[in-house]
């Protein structure tokens, strides 16, 4: 079993910054990809950013040139650093892993999310 553990949500001003962080921990044999996804109030929960285990980066088009995923997907480990914030970028963010181990395969994993609020 994987837990995975996103923090760093919060209400900012549009034009602010936040950084979500999310590891995830457990019986993890080789992490294939993690991601972010967020869902709006009342909308389905899309794809923001996603990263996976040979460096493949893709981004929703609408926070391109905003947000940036990083980190060390080795180690399990996650950011999302989400820049010029704007107001229709609230929601709630979830983290998304992808990991194998012997007992299990590749199983997907999500976080509880963090709630993100941008203020106009």
């Known amino acids: 079993q994987v837990q995975v553990e996103e923090s760093g949500g919060g209400l900012v001003q549009a034009g602010g910054s936040l950084r979500l962080s999310c590891t995830a921990l457990?019986?993890?044999?080789?992490?294939?990809?993690m991601a972010w996804y967020r869902q709006a109030p009342g909308k389905q929960r899309d794809m923001v950013a996603r990263i996976t285990s040979s460096g493949n980066i893709n981004y929703e088009d609408s926070v391109k040139g905003r947000f940036t995923i990083s980190g060390d997907i080795a180690k399990n480990t996650v950011y999302l650093q989400m820049d010029n914030l704007k107001p229709e970028d609230t929601g709630v963010y979830f983290c998304q892993v992808n990991s194998y181990d012997f007992s299990t395969g590749s199983v997907y994993y999500w976080g509880q999310g963090t709630q993100v609020t941008v203020s106009s």
């Open positions: 457990g019986r993890i044999f080789k992490m294939n990809l």
